[in-house]
């Protein structure tokens, strides 16, 4: 059965960088884009941006630009999302979630990971 | 960037009432909006893509409608299963807004 599994919850400081995992597996790795979402406290849901696990292009929101870096590992069938200079604001969980194609749906999601940014 | 405008923000319903909730787009987006549930400490689950297809698995009581700016997600008979927030994502552009969400709650 498809599965994205994060990896486990943070806690960092401010101005320090966090790397959340993405593995997939049950399905065929490079086929499918995977995004990443994120949701603050109370909040709604802010797209981050997309990689293509097959080209390893990236795409990302403008908010994040300059922040935030997609990598991806085809050996390993796991996408990484890196965030940098974190502030208080960045706390949140981030979901990675798999489309098919980027006019497609989200219909696979991991379990979010909990970033929690405090001093 | 295309916003994604979504009413009632919230909205209190019985078991068994007909709700609908509605998606507004800043711009024409043809058929590309989706919708997902969200329960609390939950990923989001989609139930209803490219705006009126029903999402494997999901309970026929949920339908979608729309297209061009205007879109409206429906659920038939409210089940207490239900009772979560859904929002509306465009897939048109490439900034694959979401709505701000509508929580449905127990009246």
């Known amino acids: 059965q498809v599965q994205l599994v994060q990896s486990g919850s943070e806690v960092k400081k401010p101005g320090a960088s966090v790397k959340v995992s993405c593995k997939a597996s049950g399905y065929t790795f490079i086929n499918y884009y995977i995004f990443w979402v994120r949701q603050a406290p109370g909040q709604g849901l802010e797209w981050m941006g997309i990689?293509?696990?097959?080209?390893?292009?990236?795409t990302y929101a403008q908010k994040f630009q300059g922040r935030v870096t997609m990598t991806r590992d085809t050996s390993a069938s796991t996408v990484y999302m890196e965030l940098s200079s974190l502030r208080s604001e960045d706390t949140a969980v981030y979901y990675c979630a798999r489309a098919y194609s980027t006019s497609s749906e989200l219909d696979y999601w991991g379990q979010g990971t909990l970033v929690t940014v405090s001093s | 960037d295309i916003q994604m405008t979504q009413s009632p923000s919230s909205l209190s319903a019985s078991v068994g009432d007909r709700v609908t909730i509605t998606c507004r787009a800043s711009?024409?987006?043809?058929?590309?909006v989706n919708w997902y549930q969200q329960k609390p400490g939950k990923a989001p689950k989609v139930m209803i893509y490219?705006?009126?297809s029903l999402q494997s698995g999901v309970p026929s009581r949920f339908s979608g409608s729309g297209s061009g700016t205007d879109f409206i997600l429906t659920i038939s008979s409210l089940q207490p299963e239900d009772f979560a927030t859904y929002y509306c994502q465009e897939s048109y552009s490439t900034t694959w807004t979401f709505g701000q969400g509508t929580k449905v709650e127990i009246k």
């Open positions: 490219a705006a009126s």
């Open positions: 711009q024409s987006i043809s058929s590309y």
């Open positions: 990689i293509n696990p097959s080209g390893d292009s990236t």
